[in-house]
Every structure is written in structure tokens, then in C-alpha cells.
């Protein structure tokens, strides 16, 4: 060996091996020099403390802005979910994640976790020395010229859920003449009976949707009043309708007649809700007044909790707590039986109009703030905690629960003046919809629950497709089936028949039928 060579090779082993203390010191003396201390000429990278699941995940994230970001996940088209797939196919190839089904960016917004691997090292190499038998079904085939493995191969063929489209245009527009512009008024509401009550100046007007025949209920200027609300009971046989004036009048809606009017309020009733034959009204006189259309009017309750006018009034699916917001941007949940509020929320900054309760999820329920607040709140009413909220970007007028899937619409006013389908617990936008040129005032949900019907202020009802009960019908529908199928077992089991593991209904029912004509 060269003595130079092996002079130089010498002196950098010591460097190495010399403490840290020593070696700092040692620079730190004026003698020495960074071009004293020589050092091989090839660099070779340690990659033992590299995490290539965070680096991988990191790549995504860092090259993305924050509104390319936003867009991903509000994506529905084809493109991304394309992107969504070769993520994950990359994520098998790579990193072994083992995903076998291409994540749905509606219902799940987190990332598919991948699995921690055992060494730190990216490629690995192994001798396979047992051969599994091959399957068809989970396997890809030993001969097949395909460089992916099995869980990128089920990852492929895994059957992709079509993307769901909401139609932005409405499938029918009526006018709507003298509608007012009152952001604290009520004036629209769909019957069981699929009957739309419109409260249009001092007059009331039932359309139906089955005929498409307008009829006029009532005419208040006889009385120099006008309508602020209108609100069916869960029949759909009675609708009240509450005036300027303070009264709350009950009518007959297939007769045509009035039933009674109702006095107590000294200001105009904005809101109305039933429970069962009680019905609850809220006025600019901040009362909120309880009352049972079978007797007398003196058996009243009157709620006092508000300090300004009471625009929201909802009742929950069990009939057990009412849900009231007002102009004082408060929330409050009242029981049967109290006349103080059980819990009062304060965390909206503009008034508390929108109000919907969950028919999926006991106990929760969704408020919306006016246009100094502009958030959609979410609230656990039975331990009385904040859950989530989000900034719509708009007055928030109206709420309403999907009867067939946890989702919710919201219409909103200034400035945006549009309709918005959210996902549930997610809060992904799921379609966007405009068309009203005013606030988004008004809002009713169709008794099947898969239409809307939007007014504003600039005269118009617009009706709109934004909610399926195809996935309802068809889970309904495996019920059904399921239950007959046991059924039928219980009934061949009397008669000592073997009912064979691959029997359909239909086989059963033919044998069942044959050994009773035997």
C-alpha cells in the first residue's frame, strides 16, 4: 500500500473516532483550517431515520395551495376520484399501505392509514418459500404478466360508487308576487298532504303538487292585517297562520274555513311549530306562547327567555324539547314542562333564525346565524356541548335536515344569495345551487323528502332535486327481503324440510307451497 495513501486513510480514522468535545476544540484553535482536514470524496446517504409513509403524505400536501386544497375536497368529478385511486395504488406499490377499496372523499375525509412496516428501509427483498395456493377470487393469477400485486389488483377492481348528481337548475319556477323581503318572517311551508301554503301579503295560497291547482285559503285585508306566518301541523290537515296584528288564526285547510283565531301576542307572530295538537308561536313581543287548539285559550304557557323579537321556533323529532332563536343571537332549548329554559347557547353574533333538529341523531340539533355571524353550529342538546361549526360565507335564513341521509341544505342571503348541500358530520359542500336573485328566505322540504322549494324576495318559489332515498329504499327493500326469507325458514322447519344454504326466497316458497297441497 502506498505510504501516503495509507498516511491520509490513518489520520481521517482518528478524526472519526476522536469525541465530539476534542474535535470542536481542536478546530476552534487558530492553527486549524477547514482545508487541513481531508475527507473521502464519496458521499453516501444514511436513509435508517426516514419515514416514507410522512415524506410520501408530505410530497401530496406541500405542493398544493390552500384553495387547490379546498377544491379537492369538495370534488366530485371523475378526475378526482381518479386521483384518489392512483394515491392509494401508489401507497401499494411503495409502501405496502394494503388498501383495497378507493376511499370515498364525501364520507370520509381523512387519509387511508397506512401500515407501519416493520424495518425503515423503502425496497425490501424477500424469498417467498411456501407457495399459497392459487385462488381466483383473492389472488392474481401466477402466470399473469401484471407488475401490481393482489391488493393493488383489488384495489382496481374494487366497484366504484358513482358520483352523486344534484341538478343546478330547478325543475320548476312559480311566481310568487308581493312575497316580502322580511328576513324574520315565515312564509312558506309543504304539507304531509303535499300542499304548499305561501303567505303572499294579507293573503294565503295553497298550490298542489299533485295537480298544480291554486286555490286561496284566506284574505286578511278585510281586516286591515297581513300574513307573517304560515305553519301545517303533522297531519297536513290544519294550517295556522299568524298576522301582523299579533292573532294566530287556525284553518281548515280542506274546508276552507276558519277554525278559530287565537290572541295573546301584541306584535306580529314570525314563527310557528306544532306538537301534535299543541302549538307554539313566537312574536316581536319576545313571548313565546304555548297553547292547545282543543281548549279554551286561557290554558296557556308563556315562555319568557328572549330579550328581542323570537324568529325561529322548531320542536324536536320526540316531541320532548322546543328549540327557539331570536333577534338577541340567543338559542335556547326548552322541555314540556319548565317556563325557564333548560340550556341557552350564546355563541352566535347575529340573529338566530335557521333551526333544524336531526331525525338521524338524538339530540342534535343545527342553528344559523344572520349576517354578522354567517356560521352553521352544531350542538349535543343532551349534554349541552358545542360540537362543530363552519363559516358559511352568507346569512344563514334557513335549515333542513335529509329525511333519508345524514345530510342538511342551508339557504343563505347576503351576499351570496345561494342554496348549499352539506354532508354530515364531514361538512363537505355536496352541490351549490343559485338562481334567486334576492336572500334565500324561505325554505320547505317535500313530504317524501327528496324535493325543496326555495322563495325570495324576488318573487319567485323555486323547486329543487338535492335529496335521494335510493340508498333508503334499497336498504329497506334487503330488510324486507331478509325477514321473508326468515320467515320461510320458520315455516318449512314444522314440516322437517332441509332448507340448503343457497336457497333463494323463491325456492322456498315454491316448496312451502307444494307440501301444502300434499
Known amino acids: 500500500m502506498d505510504q501516503e495513501y495509507e498516511r491520509r486513510l490513518l489520520r481521517q480514522i482518528n478524526h472519526q473516532n476522536l469525541p465530539t468535545e476534542a474535535r470542536l476544540s481542536k478546530c476552534g484553535s487558530a492553527t486549524c483550517s477547514p482545508v487541513s482536514i481531508r475527507s473521502g470524496d464519496r458521499f453516501i446517504p444514511t436513509r435508517a431515520g426516514s419515514n416514507w409513509s410522512i415524506n410520501f403524505h408530505y410530497a401530496n400536501e ?64 424477500a424469498v417467498h418459500t411456501k407457495r399459497v395456493p392459487f385462488d381466483s377470487d ?58 304548499l301554503s305561501v303567505g303572499l301579503g294579507a293573503c ?8 298544480s291547482q291554486v286555490t286561496r285559503l284566506c284574505d286578511l285585508s278585510v281586516d286591515g292585517d297581513s300574513v307573517t306566518s304560515v305553519c301545517w301541523n303533522e297531519r297536513g290537515s290544519l294550517v295556522a297562520v299568524g298576522t301582523h296584528k299579533g292573532y294566530v288564526q287556525i284553518w281548515d285547510a280542506a274546508g276552507g274555513r276558519k277554525l278559530t283565531s287565537l290572541e295573546g ?4 307572530v314570525g314563527a310557528l311549530a306544532w306538537n301534535g295538537e299543541q302549538l307554539s308561536s313566537g312574536s316581536r313581543d319576545r313571548v313565546i306562547l304555548q297553547r292547545d287548539v282543543r281548549t279554551s285559550p286561557s290554558a296557556e304557557r308563556r315562555l319568557q327567555g328572549h330579550r328581542q323579537e323570537v324568529c325561529g321556533l322548531k320542536w324536536s323529532p320526540d316531541h320532548q324539547h322546543l328549540a327557539s332563536g331570536g333577534n338577541d343571537n340567543k338559542l335556547l ?3 314540556s314542562s319548565s317556563l325557564l329554559p333548560v340550556q341557552q347557547y350564546s355563541d352566535h353574533l347575529a340573529a338566530v333564525k ?10 342534535l340539533l343545527a342553528s344559523g346565524g344572520g349576517t354578522a355571524d354567517r356560521c352553521l353550529r352544531f350542538w349535543n342538546t343532551l349534554t349541552g356541548q358545542a360540537l362543530q361549526s363552519t363559516d358559511t360565507g352568507s346569512q344563514v335564513c334557513n335549515l333542513a335536515w335529509s329525511k333519508h341521509a345524514n345530510e342538511l341544505v342551508s339557504t343563505h342571503g347576503y351576499s351570496q344569495n345561494q342554496v348549499l348541500v352539506w354532508k354530515y358530520p364531514s361538512l363537505t359542500q355536496v352541490a351549490k345551487l343559485t338562481g334567486h336573485s ?6 320547505a322540504v317535500s313530504p317524501d323528502g327528496e324535493a325543496i322549494v326555495t322563495g325570495a324576495g324576488d318573487e319567485t318559489l323555486r323547486f329543487w332535486n338535492v335529496f335521494s332515498k335510493t340508498r333508503c329504499t334499497k336498504e329497506n327493500n334487503d330488510q324486507s327481503a331478509a325477514a321473508a326469507e326468515k320467515k320461510l325458514q320458520a315455516c318449512l322447519r314444522p314440516l322437517k324440510i332441509h332448507v ?6 323463491e325456492m322456498m316458497l315454491k316448496i312451502f307451497v307444494f307440501m301444502c297441497h300434499i
Not at 301576542?265 to 306580529?268: G, I, L, N, V, Y
Not at 333551526?355 to 338524538?362: D, E, G, K, R
Open 354 to 363: 335557521a333551526i333544524a333538529w336531526s331525525p338521524h341523531q338524538h339530540g
Open 333 to 335: 332549548v326548552w322541555n
Open 265 to 268: 301576542h301584541s306584535a306580529r
Open 204 to 211: 294565503v295560497y295553497l298550490w298542489s303538487a299533485c295537480t
Open 62 to 125: 406541500n405542493c398544493r395551495s390552500p384553495n387547490q386544497t379546498h377544491k379537492v375536497k369538495d370534488a366530485t368529478s371523475d378526475s378526482s376520484k381518479d386521483a384518489v385511486a392512483y394515491a392509494a395504488l401508489l401507497r401499494n406499490e411503495l409502501l405496502g399501505a394494503g388498501i383495497e377499496s378507493v376511499p370515498d372523499t364525501h364520507t370520509d375525509d381523512r387519509r387511508p392509514s397506512v401500515r407501519s412496516q416493520d424495518s425503515h428501509s423503502l425496497f425490501r427483498y
Open 500 to 505: 340448503h344454504r343457497g336457497d333463494t326466497p
Open 438 to 443: 334576492y336572500r334565500v328566505l324561505y325554505l
Open 138 to 195: 383473492n389472488e392474481v393469477s401466477p402466470y399473469s404478466l401484471s407488475p401490481l400485486s393482489n391488493k393493488s389488483h383489488k384495489l382496481l377492481r374494487s366497484p366504484r360508487k358513482p358520483p352523486r348528481k344534484i341538478s343546478k337548475i330547478p325543475f320548476k319556477v312559480l311566481d310568487a308576487p308581493e312575497l316580502q323581503d322580511d328576513f324574520y318572517l315565515n312564509l312558506v311551508d309543504w304539507s304531509a298532504g303535499n300542499l
